[in-house]
């Protein structure tokens, strides 16, 4: 892996990806960001070496480098997931690449559904702990103590002070921002009522198909990490209907303007 991590690199920073301070991967529906950053420099996936391909139509396939809010930010538009058929090691590769040119910090956003019946969709979910049922772990494999320490520690993958700015941002700027549980289970398909009725019950409050496996690799690599989830659906099993998907991307734009205030006024602070 580090040879492959070092070639990608190399790439990167012969492109022009000079020491980024902080990276960003945007979920489905949420790349609107990209609008408010000063694009100094771009990579599709498919030209640098080694990194996977998104395969999802409504998920963009670019590196994205450049200035927001006075700090040099390295973004994802669009992110790798284990439904797609890529590993683990895959769907983190990128998170790697990022940490090895330079950030210390990530923030990570997602569209996902709502569990907690008190959270209603169009509403933001600050991440506070994840629940991860996606049946592997990114660092299950050979040599991975050459890269960091094996038992990573996860009593608090989500950085607190970040959390906190968010919240105080969410505040001042009129956002109503809820804060809980997410868990990560492998998809493509969605969830049968029985599947939601036991999310609940074991403590989540969102549930989605990616960013689990992103946070444990960025603890792996002593990265402050700060998520939110988008909530683009209700996942009551008792009122249950079919999801339409472009329904969710659509709830997810009109949100993401609320989540592009929290994230740019959180990297003024940082």
Do not use: W
């Amino acid at each position: 892996m580090p040879k492959y991590i070092q070639e990608s690199v190399d790439y990167l920073k012969n492109k022009g990806f000079e020491n980024p301070e902080i990276g960003i991967v945007l979920g489905t529906g949420l790349g609107k960001l990209v609008d408010e950053i000063n694009i100094e420099k771009s990579a599709s996936y498919n030209h640098i070496p080694n990194f996977p391909t998104a395969t999802v139509e409504f998920h963009k396939g670019k590196l994205i480098y450049g200035t927001l809010a006075g700090k040099k930010v390295i973004v994802m538009q669009g992110r790798f997931h284990l439904y797609e058929g890529y590993s683990h090691y895959d769907v983190t590769f990128p998170i790697r690449v990022m940490q090895q040119l330079g950030i210390s910090k990530l923030l990570v956003s997602n569209a996902s559904g709502a569990i907690n019946k008190n959270f209603k969709k169009g509403e933001i979910m600050l991440i506070d702990d994840h629940i991860n049922l996606l049946g592997g772990s990114p660092l299950a494999f050979k040599g991975v103590e050459e890269m960091g320490e094996r038992f990573v520690d996860m009593s608090a993958p989500y950085d607190v002070e970040m959390n906190s700015k968010m919240e105080q941002i969410a505040i001042k700027n009129n956002i109503k921002l809820q804060k809980g549980v997410y868990v990560s289970v492998m998809g493509p398909h969605l969830e049968t009522r029985a599947e939601y009725r036991y999310l609940n019950i074991i403590g989540a409050d969102a549930v989605g198909m990616s960013t689990v496996p992103e946070v444990i690799v960025a603890n792996h690599l002593n990265l402050r990490v700060a998520a939110v989830s988008v909530l683009t659906d209700e996942c009551d099993p008792d009122n249950l209907k079919p999801v339409n998907i472009q329904e969710i991307i659509a709830i997810a734009g009109k949100a993401e303007p609320d989540m592009i205030t929290l994230f740019t006024e959180l990297i003024k602070t940082l």
